[in-house]
C-alpha cells in the first residue's frame, strides 16, 4: 500500500516538473515547439537513465529505507532549482544563440539529475513488491497503473490549477516539499517495522 | 497593393483554381462553413488560402474586394489584417488604425520594432511614411510572413527586416544593445492562444530598456475579460501612467506608453493636426484620438500582476 503511494506520488512530481519545465524556460528561450522538444527530450532520457540506475540498485540489498533514499535524493536535487535556474539560463543564453540548442541545453542542466532519480522509483518499487516469479508481471502492470494515474493528475493539476493559484517556484518548492514528505514518511515506516 | 499588383494577384488566383480543381471544391466547402458563420453579418466571404501552420490555422477570406486574414475557425469575427484590394492603403480595421495613435507621441520615429507581423499593416505603413526609417519586425510563424507577401503585399527591404523568431528571444538579445528603438509596437496576439511569455512584467521591462528616452510604446491588448485587469496593472507597475484608447466599435485596448512624463493634450492636439494630412490615405481618424486618450483607472487595481512566476493568462482569458 505504502509503496503504491509513493509509486504515485512520484509519477505526480515527474509530470508536474516537466509542465513547469516550459514555463521555466520561456523567459529565455520562448514558447516554441522546440523548447518542448527539448524539455521532453531530457525528461525522457532522464527517466530512462533513471530506470537502469534503479534497477542496478535494487540488486543491493533493497529495503523500504532505501527506497526512501530516493526520494530524499530527489528532494535534494530539485530544491537548488529555484536558485540556479536563473544565473544558468543567463549564462546559457549568453552563450549558445540557436534558442532551440539553448533550450536543450537548459533542461539537461536544469532537470537531469532530479528526473533520473525520480526515474529510479518504478524499478526499485517493482522489487519491493515482486515475490513471485508468476506474479511479477501483475505486480509491474499495478505499479505502471498507478504511477502513470499519479502522473496524469499530476500533469493536469498543474497545467489547470496550480499556475493559477500559485508562482512558478512555489509549485516547485511544494513539490520538494511533497518529496520529502514520502521520503519521511518511508523512512519512519521502515524504521517502525524492523 | 498597387492596382497593376491586384491584377497579377487576381490572375494568380485564377491559375491556380484552373491547376488545382480541388482546391476550388475545398475552397466551396470552407466557403459554405465561412458563410454559415457570417450569415449573422449578412454577408458572405471566400476562403481563398487555409494553411495549418506550427502555430495556428492561417485563413485568408475573401469578401467583395476586401482580403483579411484570420488565426482561427472558431472566432471568425476576430480578423488580423485585412486589405481592401481597391483602396490598398487604407486600413480596414479598427484597431490598426487605434495603433497608429503611437506617433502622436513620437510623431517621427526613426528606430521602429514591430512585435507580430499580421498582413504587414502597420509596417508597411510605418515605412511609407517614414521611408529613411528602420524598422525591424519579429514574426514567430514563417508562414505568416508568406501569406503576407502573397496576399497582402508585405516587402521585406534593407530597412524593414523581418526576423522569425520567438519575440522574447529577440527582446532578450536586442536589450543587451541598450535602447535602441525610438517606437514599439506591441502586436502579438492571436485569437485562441496568447503567448503567456510576452504579457509578464519582465518581459516589458525588456521592452522599456529598448526603447529610448523620447521613444513611444504601443501595444494591443485585451478589453475583456478579467485579463483587461491584470494587463492593466502589469502596464502600470513597468510603464507607470499610461493613456488607455479604447473605442466603442473595438473589442481591443490600445495602451500608450513611454519613458517620460505624458505629453498634454494641447501637445497631442497639435501633433494630431499636423499628423492629419498623411494619415489620411491610412483612415485614420488621428484627431479624434486625443479626446479619447485616458489616464482614469478603470481596472481592479487589486488585481494580480502577470510575472513569469506566475503568467496564467489563457486561463485567465476564459474566466
Known amino acids: 500500500m505504502l509503496v503504491h503511494a509513493l509509486a504515485f506520488g512520484g509519477g505526480f512530481v515527474i509530470m508536474s516538473l516537466e509542465l513547469l519545465g516550459g514555463r521555466v524556460l520561456a523567459p529565455y528561450f520562448g514558447g516554441g515547439i522546440y523548447v518542448w522538444g527539448g524539455i521532453i527530450t531530457v525528461f525522457m532520457a532522464s ?15 533493497p529495503s523500504l529505507g532505501r527506497f526512501a533514499g530516493i526520494f530524499l535524493g530527489g528532494a535534494l536535487l530539485l530544491y537548488p532549482l529555484v536558485y540556479f535556474a536563473e544565473p544558468a539560463m543567463n549564462r546559457i543564453f549568453m552563450a549558445v544563440a540557436d534558442p532551440r540548442y539553448g533550450a ?38 499495478r505499479l505502471y497503473f498507478i504511477s502513470t494515474a499519479g502522473s496524469a493528475l499530476g500533469t493536469l493539476g498543474t497545467s489547470f490549477y496550480f499556475v493559477l493559484w500559485w508562482e512558478i517556484n512555489t509549485i516547485l518548492n511544494l513539490l520538494t516539499g511533497t518529496l520529502l514528505l514520502m521520503g519521511a514518511t518511508a523512512l519512519v515506516v521502515s524504521r517502525l517495522h524492523r | 497593393m498597387k492596382p497593376a499588383a491586384c491584377r497579377t494577384w487576381a490572375a494568380s488566383v485564377q491559375r491556380r483554381q484552373r491547376l488545382r480543381p480541388f482546391a476550388a471544391s475545398q475552397r466551396t466547402l470552407c466557403g459554405l462553413a465561412l458563410a454559415a458563420a457570417l450569415a449573422a453579418q449578412g ?26 486574414l484570420q488565426f482561427s475557425q472558431r472566432r471568425m469575427q476576430r480578423k488580423q489584417s485585412c486589405l481592401d484590394q481597391r483602396r490598398p492603403k487604407e486600413m480596414a480595421l479598427t484597431y490598426t488604425k487605434m495603433m497608429m495613435a503611437a506617433l502622436l507621441l513620437n510623431p517621427s520615429p526613426s528606430r521602429a520594432l514591430i512585435i507580430g507581423l499580421g498582413g504587414g499593416t502597420l509596417p508597411m505603413a510605418l515605412a511609407a ?6 524598422i525591424d519586425v519579429v514574426e514567430i510563424d514563417p508562414a505568416v510572413v508568406k501569406v503576407a507577401q502573397r496576399y497582402f503585399g508585405f516587402t521585406a527591404g534593407d530597412n524593414l527586416r523581418v526576423h522569425v523568431q520567438d519575440a522574447r528571444v529577440f527582446t532578450r538579445r536586442a536589450s543587451q544593445a541598450g535602447p535602441v528603438y525610438d517606437l514599439i509596437m506591441l502586436d502579438a496576439f492571436g485569437a485562441d492562444y496568447i503567448p503567456e511569455h510576452l504579457m509578464t512584467r519582465e518581459f516589458l521591462r525588456e521592452v522599456l530598456a529598448l526603447l529610448q528616452e523620447n521613444g513611444a510604446l504601443a501595444a494591443n491588448t485585451f478589453a475583456t ?12 507597475d513597468v510603464f507607470g501612467s499610461f493613456f488607455n484608447l479604447r473605442l466603442r466599435q473595438s473589442g481591443n485596448r490600445i495602451i500608450l506608453a513611454g519613458h517620460r512624463a505624458l505629453p498634454s493634450l494641447m501637445t497631442l492636439t497639435a501633433r494630431a493636426k499636423a499628423l492629419a494630412a498623411p494619415l489620411a490615405p491610412y483612415g485614420v481618424p488621428i484627431q479624434d484620438y486625443p479626446a479619447r486618450f485616458s489616464t482614469k483607472i478603470d481596472w481592479d487595481v487589486g488585481a494580480r500582476l502577470l510575472t513569469d512566476q506566475y503568467a496564467p493568462a489563457n486561463l485567465l482569458q476564459g474566466e
Not at chain 2, 454577408?43 to 483579411?68: D, F, G, M, P, W
Open chain 2, 225 to 236: 475579460s478579467k485579463l483587461y485587469d491584470h494587463e492593466s496593472v502589469t502596464y502600470r
Open chain 1, 47 to 61: 527517466l530512462a537513465l533513471g530506470y537502469l540506475l534503479g534497477g542496478k540498485w535494487s540488486l543491493r540489498s
Open chain 1, 104 to 141: 536543450l541545453a537548459a533542461s539537461t542542466l536544469l532537470f537531469v539529475c532530479p528526473t533520473a532519480m525520480l526515474g529510479m522509483i518504478a524499478p526499485y518499487s517493482v522489487r519491493l513488491l515482486v515475490r513471485t516469479k508468476e506474479e511479477s508481471g501483475n505486480v509491474a502492470g
Open chain 2, 43 to 68: 454577408a458572405a466571404a471566400e476562403v481563398i488560402h487555409r494553411e495549418r501552420s506550427l502555430y495556428q490555422t492561417i485563413l485568408v477570406t475573401k469578401q467583395a474586394s476586401t482580403l483579411c
Open chain 2, 129 to 134: 511614411l517614414h521611408p529613411e526609417a528602420d
